[in-house]
């Protein structure tokens, strides 16, 4: 019965076009590539052929690089190669589970505020511009003296620091995306609020927090490192890159290599998030082709 | 042919980079524009008809895009100009106006300031020359007061007069070529009819030449002397205007015009009727066939509506205190039977799209009443809404956005059955392929994504899921307009079929006046929130009455060469605005029956 003949454009699926823009960015790969390597370390911990990060050595105490030690020792004459491998538990456990805590309080009720909008945004985006207007470290730290000094404890005041960022994102997306014609489609099918907002609005306002949220990683590492080296994250003995630092500060003009490799493994994990964030940002746009 | 032609294209064709590769868009283009002479280039979406005139502006990105042949504007070869000489031909030589009037000027400088800024830096008059000479550009495209309007940003502009603003801009350099890109796409009926006149009035005090791009067939018929014919990058047929109207070669350009819905085609016709299927290999149109009466008019009509208003508050100043409202739906009454298709046609701003919103109550009327299929629409709480979507559905406008690009086609059609608990997910996988099936695709396509289909398809998916709960009456709210003339012509004849086989009543919203004609049974006429005429289809449309269903027909552009040089006068008159102060009260309206069932709104 047609008229003239239609043909379907040739469009490659959502996730395997994403996948292969990612491909093609060769620093995104670079840092999927540093994640892995530190997720793998991390992960591996347990099994590798590394010396018990927490073993003291009265005979080995501040030694340079070496043999016996490849990343030399500390104060107290342990292994840091050892000891950097376990602290990259703590920092990457830090980064995730705080950002997962942020996202999962704040797109919530980022997407509530958007949704209704009226009183109930009103007062969502009035609390939400209040936490934004203290710094984030300064709320991180003040939440995490209130809430005790303990690794769980860092990661809930860094999540809860991180939050309001994605309430406000999160709204933003929804309200673009609540009017386009099949939210309203969707009413006039008869949805109920709690459908459309979980089926038609959050799949696609997800994009961009995925992305805030790969970059948010990167800010949360370099939180719970600013709260070990204040004493407020992990505990000693127990090793993270921030509690390292801390005690390198004491030792900088004779032990530099202590500061040295926990710096240079914060900065390039940083790295690694943020060029990973980059890459999504580019890969899930849907104007760039 | 004794004149050097301003333009001249030889063998253009155009590639974009895609993925690596070099992908041709236009290939193989040759046509020169001569002094004094529009040439229209028509063509559907995804022709390149546009990319066509982008290249002749050199104005695509040069790393992703080529552009080879040759290319002579006003003697100059533009393929051979450096950025910084092509700097001096665009807006000189040749000037370029847009579609989107509401984007194409810059919103934070007055009108007055734009113009003069192209007449110094083109023209290098002094700033008191140039507030002159652009006083005297905004009297040429007839815009009121002009000297007072002068120091007017464009938000206080419509769109009408903005594409006025961008048309004087345009004309600020004297170029020799005024090329056209859709122009005239995003106004209203009566005003597009303004702007084409003016181009036309203005190309003969002028005397430049006009290449005209459009998708219109009517618009084509009336302006064009050549028009070229485009198909997937291709110029298939070349010729004077009523040539390619009346002795058309190419199978597609049969093909196209056959599809283009003629307003005053349906003269002698009772019902509603199918478009011609065109073969597209050889361009020959079978007889459409008459849709059989559907309609039972007998009975009680399956959606009334009483006395419906609907506003919307203003509100302004520090404690957003109403200060006026927007009668968007002003006392409106109509039934609608089962079998039955209504159509509100109006101009934007008419109310017409409001109406079918408040009908659902996706908007809030103020007062009024609603029944249908027995509901009483405005006392229902929202488990009883919920229910009435059971009866009535809606069909947008915009394929692209009214289907959600997360979730599969099948997901969507199927979710309204499942959500309304009518029945197991198997029996919702059947019922989905079966509406598949009947708006003409194929099942297979359920696990598809909706951005993997052509707009029509998406169209034909978007029928499919308002189909899925056996709705009696569907708002089809623009449904068409978005869509190339043969999609267009496939969907129409889709809507009446489904209209046979399952006796739908149909609310069709719609500003094209060609397919209203085509597929009502009954028209009501919609002007400022009112209506101002209702009544059979052939009465209204052979006999109208209201002076502004009269000014509507008019207007709409008819693909008839013949009616090339046809003038409506020009006017300047602007839409009004339903926009009222608080203490407005709407005046009570009077009808005069002129034939049965024909009411018409007495002033």
């Known amino acids: 019965m047609t008229a003239i003949q239609e043909t379907a454009p040739v469009a490659a699926r959502e996730p395997s076009r994403a996948w292969r823009k990612m491909k093609a960015n060769r620093s995104a790969l670079v840092g999927l590539v540093i994640i892995f390597f530190f997720t793998a370390l991390a992960v591996l911990a347990p099994v590798l052929p590394i010396p018990d990060p927490l073993a003291t050595s009265w005979s080995a105490i501040r030694k340079a690089p070496s043999a016996t030690h490849w990343l030399g020792t500390d104060d107290i004459g342990r292994d840091i190669l050892s000891r950097m491998i376990w602290g990259a538990q703590a920092s990457l456990l830090a980064g995730v589970v705080s950002v997962v805590i942020a996202v999962v309080i704040g797109v919530p009720f980022g997407l509530v505020s958007g949704y209704f909008g009226g009183w109930v945004d009103m007062v969502i985006s009035r609390v939400t511009e209040a936490l934004l207007a203290m710094p984030f470290l300064i709320t991180a730290i003040a939440l995490a003296a209130f809430l005790g000094p303990s690794l769980m404890n860092a990661m809930i005041a860094i999540g809860l620091s991180a939050m309001p960022i994605f309430v406000r994102l999160t709204r933003g997306q929804v309200l673009a995306v609540k009017t386009e014609d099949y939210v309203e489609g969707a009413r006039a099918i008869g949805l109920g609020h709690f459908d459309i907002m979980t089926r038609y609005i959050l799949p696609n306002v997800f994009a961009p927090i995925i992305v805030q949220a790969t970059l948010t990683v990167a800010t949360a590492i370099i939180a719970e490192a600013s709260l070990s080296f204040l004493g407020l994250g992990q505990q000693p003995p127990a090793p993270s890159w921030g509690s390292m630092l801390n005690v390198a500060k004491n030792f900088l003009t004779q032990a530099p290599w202590m500061a040295m490799w926990p710096g240079a493994a914060i900065f390039l994990v940083v790295i690694g998030f943020n060029l990973l964030g980059d890459g999504l940002r580019d890969a899930l746009d849907p104007r760039e082709a | 042919m004794s004149e050097a032609p301003v333009l001249s294209v030889e063998n253009l064709t155009t590639s974009f980079l895609v993925d690596g590769a070099w992908k041709s868009v236009v290939r193989d283009m040759s046509f020169d524009v001569r002094p004094g002479e529009t040439v229209a280039i028509v063509g559907e979406s995804g022709s390149g008809k546009s990319v066509t005139s982008l290249s002749i502006m050199r104005l695509l990105a040069p790393g992703s895009s080529r552009i080879e042949g040759k290319i002579l504007l006003a003697g100059k070869d533009i393929l051979a100009l450096s950025e910084r000489e092509m700097r001096g031909v665009r807006g000189n030589d040749a000037s370029m106006i847009f579609q989107e009037p509401m984007t194409s000027l810059n919103p934070i400088f007055t009108i007055g300031r734009q113009i003069s800024e192209v007449l110094i830096r083109h023209k290098g008059l002094s700033k008191q020359e140039a507030r002159a000479e652009t006083v005297r550009l905004l009297e040429k495209v007839r815009?009121?007061?002009?000297?007072?309007?002068?120091?007017?940003?464009?938000?206080?502009?419509?769109?009408?007069?903005?594409?006025?603003?961008?048309?004087?801009?345009?004309?600020?350099?004297?170029?020799?070529?005024?090329?056209?890109?859709?122009?005239?796409?995003?106004?209203?009926?009566?005003?597009?009819?303004?702007?084409?006149?003016?181009?036309?009035?203005?190309?003969?005090?002028?005397?430049?030449?006009?290449?005209?791009?459009?998708?219109?067939?009517?618009?084509?018929?009336?302006?064009?002397?050549?028009?070229?014919?485009?198909?997937?990058?291709?110029?298939?047929?070349?010729?004077?205007?009523?040539?390619?109207?009346?002795?058309?070669r190419h199978p597609y350009t049969r093909a196209l015009l056959s599809a283009v819905p003629k307003l005053g085609s349906m003269k002698e016709r009772k019902w509603p009727t199918r478009f011609p299927v065109v073969d597209i290999k050889t361009g020959e149109a079978a007889e459409p066939a008459e849709v059989a009466a559907t309609v039972e008019s007998g009975r009680t009509p399956v959606l009334a509506v009483k006395n419906l208003v609907t506003r919307f508050p203003i509100r302004s100043g520090l404690f957003s205190r109403q200060t006026g409202a927007v009668h968007a739906v002003e006392d409106i009454s109509f039934d609608l039977f089962q079998g039955e298709t209504l159509s509100l046609v109006g101009e934007s701003g008419c109310g017409k799209s409001t109406t079918g919103r408040s009908i659902m109550r996706l908007i809030e009327p103020t007062s009024g009443d609603v029944s249908l299929d027995g509901y009483d629409v405005r006392a229902l709480d929202q488990m009883g809404l919920r229910n009435l979507r059971k009866s009535v559905q809606m069909i947008f406008q915009d394929p692209f956005s009214s289907l959600n690009p997360r979730m599969t086609v099948g997901a969507a059609i199927s979710e309204p059955f499942i959500k309304h608990k009518l029945g197991s997910p198997k029996q919702a996988r059947d019922k989905t392929a079966d509406l598949l099936e009947r708006v003409g695709l194929s099942p297979a396509m359920m696990s598809r994504y909706p951005h993997e289909f052509s707009g029509g398809q998406r169209q034909r998916i978007a029928i499919a899921r308002a189909l899925s709960l056996d709705p009696k009456v569907i708002v089809a709210d623009e449904s068409v307009s978005a869509l190339d003339v043969s999609i267009k012509a496939q969907v129409c004849n889709l809507l009446l079929d489904l209209q046979q086989s399952l006796n739908l009543a149909f609310l069709f919203i719609s500003h094209d006046m060609a397919v209203v004609e085509r597929v009502s049974h009954r028209v009501a006429v919609m002007y400022l929130g009112e209506i101002v005429e209702i009544g059979p289809r052939a009465a209204v449309f052979e006999n109208p009455q209201h002076p502004y269903t009269k000014k509507l027909m008019a207007a709409v552009p008819v693909p008839d060469p013949a009616r090339r040089g046809i003038r409506r006068g020009i006017s300047n008159e602007e839409l009004k605005s339903p926009v009222r102060s608080m203490d407005y009260q709407p005046p009570k309206r009077e009808y005069r029956e002129v034939s049965e069932g024909h009411l018409v709104q007495v002033a």
């Open chain 2, 143 to 248: 815009i009121p007061n002009a000297a007072s309007r002068f120091d007017d940003y464009p938000h206080q502009f419509s769109g009408g007069m903005r594409q006025r603003v961008m048309i004087a801009m345009a004309l600020a350099s004297r170029p020799k070529l005024l090329i056209a890109d859709e122009p005239t796409t995003a106004l209203d009926v009566t005003i597009q009819g303004q702007i084409l006149d003016l181009i036309k009035v203005l190309q003969e005090e002028e005397g430049m030449s006009v290449l005209f791009i459009t998708h219109d067939m009517g618009v084509v018929a009336e302006i064009a002397d050549r028009t070229i014919v485009m198909y997937r990058g291709e110029q298939v047929e070349t010729g004077p205007t009523d040539e390619v109207f009346l002795r058309g």
